[in-house]
């Protein structure tokens, strides 16, 4: 194996040469990709039981934004922009920012498996959201997305506590993240079926498995500004999380503070888990999956990758909230459910490439 502190400077990490035609791929790339996204929100609001079409759509929203007069009966107005729109759209800031977080933590872990649900991210978020709305932690004094960033943070920082102790390679962050995550959803449970009275735990259960009903515009803004700062603080890291794809030392070696830029990163990842917890619940495997398809677009370079991913994450969750919806119409299937059936074989997938490409 080479020695990383003796290799030399990487070169993936500055801008290839003759960069016009990857500036037009990208930006190519980036405007499928927006397109593909608008168009996703568009016919997804459409689904369901009342009738509605894309122009019924496109003519509430310019109502609401002031460019035109609805002519739609309030009752359709008000499902395509108090129930479906808000969901629909919080349903892609979601996505976006799972896949994100996973991009960062993978990267800065340099392991393909690292995502904030596998590290128990989502699952310390869970059990401080549920402590708060349950055991009224607090006193009323701390909001849910309070006790999911604590929760997020408690058990993150458990996990480096482990890996530490344990050695500190990438397989056992891994593994760490594993055990936090059985942890925390144990603690969960105990507190939902010790603490909580049967409507409190139905409606407590569903949401932990992922889900997206009854969500308004409140959710949708906080959780847009939190993707936001966390996706323009990842981008202004970008060439530093190029680097940590060669190691720490080699990251060192380039001048980056390896430590002061881990805790940034990943207090940020957290900081936006507990905001899509706190609104969504756990949904998993988002942030496994979608950085390498979005990979096998763009290559490594984050400057790049970021964007596409937050995008491909985007239209992936909405429309898996759509088939969650409307699979079992009327009854629902937690967003949760559908994104492991789609996201366990994915996995494997990475497993057994990491296996024949260690």
Not at 3 to 30: F, H, I, M, Y
Not at 202 to 213: A, I, M
Request: charge should be positive; proline fraction near 4%; glycine fraction near 10%.
């Amino acid at each position: 194996m080479t020695d990383t502190r003796t290799a030399p400077a990487p070169s993936k990490v500055p801008e290839p040469r003759g960069t016009g035609v990857r500036v037009l791929r990208d930006g190519l790339l980036w405007t499928v990709g927006a397109a593909l996204l608008v168009l996703s929100v568009a016919v997804a609001v459409t689904i369901g039981p009342a009738r509605i079409s894309v122009p019924d759509v496109w003519s509430t929203v310019a109502a609401h934004l002031g460019l035109g007069e609805s002519r739609l009966t309030p009752i359709r107005d008000g499902i395509i922009w108090n129930l479906r729109m808000p969901r629909t759209l919080l349903a892609a800031v979601c996505g976006a920012g799972l896949a994100v977080c996973g991009t960062v933590m993978q990267s800065l872990l340099r392991n393909p498996l690292a995502d904030p649900f596998v590290l128990g991210v989502s699952s310390g978020a869970s059990t401080g959201a549920v402590a708060v709305v349950v055991l009224g932690a607090g006193g009323g004094a701390v909001s849910i997305s309070a006790g999911a960033f604590v929760g997020a943070l408690c058990s993150f920082a458990l996990v480096l506590l482990l890996s530490h102790t344990l050695g500190g390679t990438t397989d056992r962050v891994v593994l760490s993240g594993v055990a936090a995550m059985q942890l925390f959803s144990a603690l969960t449970s105990f507190v939902v079926m010790t603490a909580a009275d049967a409507e409190q735990t139905r409606g407590v259960l569903f949401w932990l498995l992922g889900s997206l009903s009854g969500v308004g515009w409140t959710d949708v803004w906080v959780c847009a500004a939190v993707l936001a700062v966390t996706l323009l603080i990842c981008l202004g890291h970008a060439r530093t999380l190029d680097a940590f794809a060669f190691g720490q030392e080699a990251a060192a070696s380039l001048g980056v503070h390896v430590g002061r830029t881990r805790v940034v990163l990943l207090c940020t990842t957290a900081l936006l888990t507990a905001a899509l917890v706190s609104s969504a619940g756990a949904i998993g495997f988002v942030g496994l999956v979608l950085p390498h398809a979005a990979r096998a677009l763009t290559g490594s370079g984050h400057r790049r990758l970021l964007p596409v991913t937050a995008l491909a994450g985007a239209v992936f969750l909405v429309w898996v909230d759509t088939l969650a919806r409307t699979v079992l119409d009327p009854q629902e299937v937690p967003v949760g459910v559908v994104t492991a059936l789609i996201g366990v074989p994915a996995f494997v997938l990475v497993l057994y490439r990491t296996r024949r490409n260690p």
